[in-house]
C-alpha cells in the first residue's frame, strides 16, 4: 500500500479548509494510508478533530503557544519539523502536500533528498 502524508503545522481544528479536505477523503475510497501530520490543539475549549475513517491517521507533533518564549517556540519548531521529517522516511509517501508556508521545511528536505537517491 502506497502512503500519502499532508503536513499541516496549525492545529486542524483553527482551519475549516483542512477539516473539509479531510472529510473530503473520508468518503473517497482509496486503497492507500493517509497521514496527516499538525501540531496538538491548543487548550481553548475547542474539541479535537477527529477522522473516522480507517484509512486516515492523524499524527499530532509539538504544540504551538503563542504566548510561550523564544526558546519553547523554537523547541517546538524543532520537534514539529523532525517528526515530520522522520515520519516522511519512514512511510516514504508517493504524494506529499502541505498547506502553508511553515509546513513546507520537512516537504522540502524529502522531496530533495528522495531525488538525489534516484
Not at 483542512?18 to 487548550?43: A, C, G, H, M, W
Not at 506529499?96 to 520537512?106: A, G, I, K, Q, R
Amino acid at each position: 500500500m502506497r502512503n500519502i502524508v499532508i503536513i499541516h503545522f496549525m492545529p486542524l481544528e483553527l482551519y475549516p479548509p483542512i477539516q473539509n479536505f479531510i472529510r473530503f477523503l473520508e468518503k473517497k475510497p482509496v486503497d492507500k494510508q493517509v497521514y496527516i501530520l499538525s501540531t496538538e490543539n491548543p487548550s481553548r475549549g475547542i474539541n479535537e478533530f477527529v477522522s473516522h475513517s480507517p484509512h486516515i491517521k492523524i499524527i499530532r507533533l509539538g504544540k504551538p503557544e503563542k504566548k510561550s518564549n523564544a526558546l519553547t517556540r523554537t523547541v517546538n519548531y524543532a520537534v514539529f519539523y523532525v517528526g515530520c521529517l522522520w515520519k516522511l522516511i519512514t512511510k516514504k509517501p508517493i504524494t506529499v502536500l502541505y498547506f502553508e508556508t511553515m509546513s513546507s521545511f520537512p516537504a522540502y528536505i524529502y522531496i530533495k533528498g528522495s531525488s538525489i537517491q534516484r
